[in-house]
């Protein structure tokens, strides 16, 4: 089951980039997004690498699976930062943190179920 730590710890890179190359582009007043939408979506971000680093010590196909379907759902969390501050907008948001939490959900309660499986 190797390369499935090596799929969770490519998502999780991947996740961690895309972040932060919009937290930079926000900070230089690139693309029009402002740098504490990006910030407020941070506070979510440290969860999905929590459970990344403990996917990647106990790696399963559930975890790989996973990963990548959170990453999704984390790339799909940023949209509204590149959209307007209209209430369209915060449907948008909260229906994307929605999708975001219920992934994180699954994604932990598998890897728990495969933590406690192994041992």
Do not use: Q
Request: aromatic share 18%.
């Amino acid at each position: 089951m190797a390369g499935a730590g090596k799929a969770v710890g490519v998502a999780l890179l991947l996740g961690y980039l895309f972040h932060y190359v919009l937290y930079l582009l926000a900070s230089f007043g690139r693309m029009n997004i402002k740098p504490e939408d990006v910030a407020e979506r941070n506070k979510k971000l440290y969860l999905f690498g929590i459970l990344g680093l403990l996917s990647v010590h106990f790696c399963s196909t559930w975890a790989a699976v996973f990963s990548w379907f959170t990453l999704v759902s984390l790339i799909l969390f940023y949209l509204p930062v590149f959209k307007g501050d209209d209430e369209n907008n915060k449907k948008t948001r909260y229906l994307m943190e929605f999708g975001y939490s219920v992934m994180l959900t699954f994604w932990w309660i598998g890897a728990t179920v495969d933590i406690f499986d192994k041992s």
